[in-house]
């Protein structure tokens, strides 16, 4: 089994920054692709951005693309979102996922592993 820890969510003003971390535990060796999800009231879970941890090929939705960063630290097992310039509309609870296959994807029944999700509010 693997377990995902997310910290780093809070309050921000738009135009603002915040950095989400996910540390993976437990079977960690098996993991070759991270991603992040956001789930915002009354609406689904999307995908905001995916790393693979061999090569660090990222994929990013449009809705992120430019303003967010993707990135992993190996030693650490640890997989981090930098969210900058952001917009009230990035208001959701942000989940970090993992997968044992080795492609990218971006939808949520791909991801074997999550967790529990952290509050990320930007106000206007």
């Known amino acids: 089994q693997v377990q995902l820890v997310e910290s780093g969510g809070g309050l921000v003003q738009a135009g603002g920054s915040l950095r989400l971390s996910c540390a993976a535990s437990g079977r960690a060796f098996s993991i070759h692709v991270m991603g992040w999800f956001r789930q915002a009231p009354g609406k689904e879970r999307e995908f905001v951005a995916a790393i693979t941890w061999r090569s660090g090929s990222t994929h990013y939705s449009d809705s992120v693309k430019g303003r967010f960063t993707i990135s992993r630290d190996g030693p650490k097992n640890t997989v981090y979102l930098q969210m900058n310039s952001l917009k009230p509309e990035d208001t959701a609870v942000y989940y970090c996922?993992?997968?044992?296959?080795?492609?990218?994807?971006?939808?949520?029944?791909?991801?074997?592993?999550w967790g529990q999700g952290t509050q990320v509010t930007v106000s206007s």
């Open positions: 996922a993992a997968r044992d296959g080795y492609v990218i994807t971006i939808r949520p029944p791909g991801y074997d592993y």
